[in-house]
């Protein structure tokens, strides 16, 4: 599984010319799946990203998250971060999870984000999205765990 997160002041997901989620400060995270990942991915990421520090305390160091600072996360499922890019110029696909394994994971991980903090928003599944986010910082960071990892 892979996530990149980017610290925004503010970030919208629209579909068909019509906001689907949105939040004002907090975490954008573009979510890709692979084809062996599972809940205990799924459990490893949510704990990460709820629980990294990248939000300025009071003497400006990255010394919060984002539940420290009540802030919201808006995830977004990338089919595209799970791309093969190692070979030639064109990306290969074949190395994320079928949109029939996707899915399901994708939606599991908002229930659990959702079950441990608020606000959570999120994108649609398979949609063309446009993102829109004003980087905060910017901050981004990319998140890696292969299943199976301990």
Known sequence: MRAL???VSEASVTVDGEIVGAIDAGLLVFLGV???????????????????RIF???????NRSVVDVGGGVLVVSQFTLAADVSRGKRPGFSTAAAPEIAEPLYLRFL??????????????????????????????FLLERDAGQS
């Open 5 to 7: 997160l980017q610290r």
């Open 34 to 52: 692979y084809p062996n990942d599972s809940e205990a991915e799924l459990e490893w990421m949510a704990d990460k990203i709820l629980g990294l």
């Open 56 to 62: 300025a305390d009071d003497e400006r160091a990255m």
């Open 111 to 140: 229930e659990i984000l959702r079950a441990r903090h608020e606000p959570i928003a999120a994108g649609v599944f398979g949609a063309d999205m446009q993102v829109a986010l004003v980087n905060d910082g910017p901050v981004t």
